[in-house]
T-cell receptor, first 116, second 112 residues
């Protein structure tokens, strides 16, 4: 079974600075998908960024980018120019690409606080 | 805007009651999911469904059942609510393949 580990339960960063959230995963599969989700306080979970394992290029969405290291099974999220609205719980998630690829497996989350 | 709608945002029920949590999606997604979210434990999959009338157990199905009579609706049933089922319940839907989920806003259930 796949597992996803987020080793930082809480982090904080000053507004306008850069922060990196860590995620590692364990799988024997070669093809899969990785995701970062954001859950603001009392609000809906939304997708931040998605990476396909067979693509070597790191995904980028505006101020959000990932550092995908397939051999190390590492998938970190970098947030540049942090804003107060980035304060949220962030979840890393894994999904198989083949077979019964219905399920996402989530890490336990990292609570990020952006300070003014 | 595509949506996953959960019928209740907050719910308070008594121990032993039968509880229904409803979820509706308007995206024609094949797959629907119920997770519970608890502090320090992240999201844990209760049940999911990949087609109408089809269901599979997730990681923590005990004490729960589900129903999917129509493609757009997926219900979570607590047959006899207990205090350890107090939690945030999240519904999600997806297409099969490499896309992620679309989540509902969640139902915070308190069992007293």
């Amino acid at each position: 079974a796949q597992t996803v580990t987020q080793s930082q339960p809480e982090m904080s960063v000053q507004e306008a600075e850069t922060v990196t959230l860590s995620c590692t995963y364990d799988t024997s599969e070669n093809n899969y998908y990785l995701f970062w989700y954001k859950q603001p306080p009392s609000r809906q979970m939304i997708l931040v960024i998605r990476q396909e394992a067979y693509k070597q290029q790191n995904a980028t969405e505006n101020r959000f980018s990932v550092n995908f290291q397939k051999a190390a099974k590492s998938f970190s999220l970098k947030i540049s120019d942090s804003q107060l609205g980035d304060t949220a719980m962030y979840f890393c998630a894994f999904k198989n690409s083949g077979g019964s690829n219905y399920k996402l497996t989530f890490g336990k989350g990292t609570l990020l606080t952006v300070n003014p | 805007d595509v949506k996953v709608t959960q019928s209740s945002r907050y719910l308070v029920k008594r121990t032993g009651e039968k509880v229904f949590l409803e979820c509706v999606q308007d995206m024609d997604h094949e797959n629907m999911f119920w997770y519970r979210q608890d502090p320090g434990l992240g999201l844990r999959l209760i049940y999911f469904s990949y087609d109408v009338k089809m269901k599979e157990k997730g990681d923590i199905p005990e004490g729960y059942s589900v129903s999917r009579e129509k493609k757009e609706r997926f219900s979570l049933i607590l047959e006899s609510a207990s205090t350890n089922q107090t939690s945030m319940y999240l519904c999600a839907s997806s297409l099969t393949g490499g896309r992620g989920y679309t989540f509902g806003s969640g139902t915070r259930l308190t069992v007293v």
